[in-house]
T-cell receptor
Framework: LAKTTQPISMDSYEGQEVNITCSHN???????ITWYQQFPSQGPRFIIQGYKTKVTNEVASLFIPADRKSSTLSLPRVSLSDTAVYYCLVRQRVNTDKLIFGTGTRLQVFP | DTGVSQNPRHKITKRGQNVTFRCDPI?????LYWYRQTLGQGPEFLTYFQNEAQLEKSRLLSDRFSAERPKGSFSTLEIQRTEQGDSAMYLC?????????????FGSGTQLSVL
């Protein structure tokens, strides 16, 4: 049961803003939306989390519309080191409340 | 460093051997997850614990896999009679259930190669 849908891959150039959108049509009322970043041979790393509207931290911004059926991770002025896989997670609400990863979005940043 | 420690970092074994991995979570975290990841795929859920109780085990997981979390602290994942298809990165994550929005903190993983 697919919980989230993201683009498989995206390309960008250094200095550009990158927006990655995730669809989560069946999000539950009390689910948070969490984004993780993963580099090769490392575990995923928490980037940002939100419930509604907009959240910003030192790394990224997260935009969540009023219906919460999607969210957009915004990376300002990307650099080569932002090349990674980005995962959007909401809680799986089928039988249990375990956290399920999708296939993520592979971001490639070019010089 | 996320504070989650996994050992060993790499493990090479022959088919049919048993292997055991260890995960030390962040001390105050009450939830511990195990995931498996192969190249090009997202982490696949294996099992998770809340304190010492194992709440769920993936139906995709064979009986050769077992996990424990005695006393709700560290956890071990054992694979018996390893097969080549078990080759993967095994990831452990911990979290504090009860805080608004659950955030997972991952270790660096154990890379298993079955020859």
């Amino acid at each position: 049961l697919a919980k989230t849908t993201q683009p498989i891959s995206m390309d960008s150039y250094e200095g550009q803003e990158v927006n990655i959108t995730c669809s989560h049509n069946n999000i539950a009322t009390n689910d948070y939306i969490t984004w993780y970043q993963q580099f090769p041979s490392q575990g995923p790393r928490f980037i940002i989390q939100g419930y509604k509207t907009k959240v910003t931290n030192e790394v990224a911004s997260l935009f969540i519309p009023a219906d919460r059926k999607s969210s957009t991770l915004s990376l300002p002025r990307v650099s080569l080191s932002d090349t990674a896989v980005y995962y959007c997670l909401v809680r799986q609400r089928v039988n249990t409340d375990k956290l399920i990863f999708g296939t993520g979005t592979r971001l490639q940043v070019f010089p | 460093d996320t504070g989650v420690s996994q050992n060993p970092r790499h493990k090479i074994t022959k088919r049919g051997q048993n292997v055991t991995f260890r995960c030390d979570p962040i001390s105050e975290h009450n939830r511990l997850y195990w995931y498996r990841q192969t190249l090009g795929q997202g982490p696949e859920f294996l099992t998770y614990f809340q304190n010492e109780a194992q709440l769920e085990k993936s139906r995709l997981l064979s009986d050769r896999f077992s996990a424990e979390r005695p006393k709700g602290s560290f956890s071990t994942l054992e694979i018996q009679r390893t097969e080549q298809g078990d080759s993967a990165m095994y990831l452990c994550a911990s979290s504090l259930m009860g805080a608004p929005g659950e955030k997972l903190f991952f270790g660096s993983g154990t890379q298993l190669s079955v020859l």
